[in-house]
Each structure stands twice: as C-alpha cells, then as structure tokens.
C-alpha cells in the first residue's frame, strides 16, 4: 500500500500552497519552512489586541483573536486564494486545527457554546459550493468541543466585492445583509463568530448587530487572517 501511495505521489506530488515545492512524506498542505514564516499575530490576552481594536466603539466582544496578519502581496493573500477559490478546502481544515490548538492551550475559549460562521449567500454558495469557513469552523469545533451551527445567521443577499469600499460604505451597504434564524436558541448563550480575513470590520459588525438581537448572548470572534 505504501508503495502504491509513493508511485502515486511520484506522478501526482503534493504542493505546498504557498511556496508551490513539493511536499516531504511527513509534511502536508504546507513545507516547514513556509509554516516558520508566516506573519502570525501576537494576540495577547484575548481581549486587548489588533482585532479587539478594530472594532472598539461598535461592538462589545468577550474575546477575539486574528492568526496571520494579511497583506495583498504576502503568503496569506496566496493561503486564502487557495481556500476560497481554488477548492482547497484542506486549507480550511489545516488553518483550523492548528490555530484551534493554540487557542485551547490558551484556556480562554473553554465556555463558548457554540461557533457560528459568517454566512455566504445562497446565490454564492451555489455557485462555489462551498463556504470557505466550513471546514475552518469545524476544525475548531473539534479541537476546542464547540458545537457548530452553520445556519444560525442568514445571508439576505448577495452584495458585490467590498474591497475598495472604506468602513461607512462597507457598513451601510451590508447594514440590512444579514438576518438572525434563531434568536431563542442563542439566549443566554456565548457563541465564537467565524470569519476568514478582517479589513475594516464591517461584515463582523452587521453580523453582530443581529447577534445581539438574542437576549443577554455574549460574542467572541476569531478570524484567519487581518489586514495589516
């Protein structure tokens, strides 16, 4: 069997994604050099950081914590690319475990009860077929013993690209984006809401502000990646 698996990776090898080499036996998704130079974010206590800052004044959150810092040259730009649009949803599940491993050795994350996505829009996920955060999510739930819920916040429609927009613009136009399925389900309780890379903060806020529509929840974030 091992023969049969060394003939198959002599024709089809396996490709770091950042760096494009091929993959030793013993390394998967990513060579050890690139895993020793991304650009990952120090986060502190989980509640005075880069990712807490970004959204002071516009919501309250218990915990929050970025992975990698993101820049539109760099390697993570490259990571993303690859989960988002390329199908490379191992991606999704490598980046979760490994930083779900980090924040369960933290011991700050032990009360959440449950971990909720930001939502695509029906419209995009039919024509992905996936969202990008699933297998990140689910990763985590696994690691961290969290329940996912991945239909708990709703996507009302499918806006444009947000990218040259700046914090006002992005918010007014995803203001009315998002809907809450379930507010009885959340009362009372901590959920870690998920994304993949953090700009101005704009998506988290407008999920957020449907979140609290639940009585007395309390919201942790955690996100792949943000911008630098």
Known sequence: MKSLKNIFNLFYPSIC???DQHLLDQEKTMCIECRYDLPFIDNGDFTTN???QTLDGRVLIEKGASFLYYHPEGK?????HQLKYKNNQDVGTFLGKWFGQKLLESSLFGEIDYIIPVPLHKKKLRKRGYNQLTKFGKSLST???IEYLEDVLIRNSDTKTQ???NRVERFK???NNFS???TVLLKNKHVLLIDDVVTTGATLEACCKQLI???????SIVTIALTE
Do not use: P, Q, W, Y
């Open 17 to 19: 994604i950042c760096c």
């Open 50 to 52: 880069l990712l807490s």
């Open 76 to 80: 993570v730009k490259k990571i993303l």
């Open 143 to 145: 690691i961290l013993n």
């Open 163 to 165: 990218t040259f927009k």
């Open 173 to 175: 136009n995803l203001m």
């Open 180 to 182: 809450i399925r379930d």
């Open 213 to 219: 529509k639940a009585e007395n929840i309390k919201i």
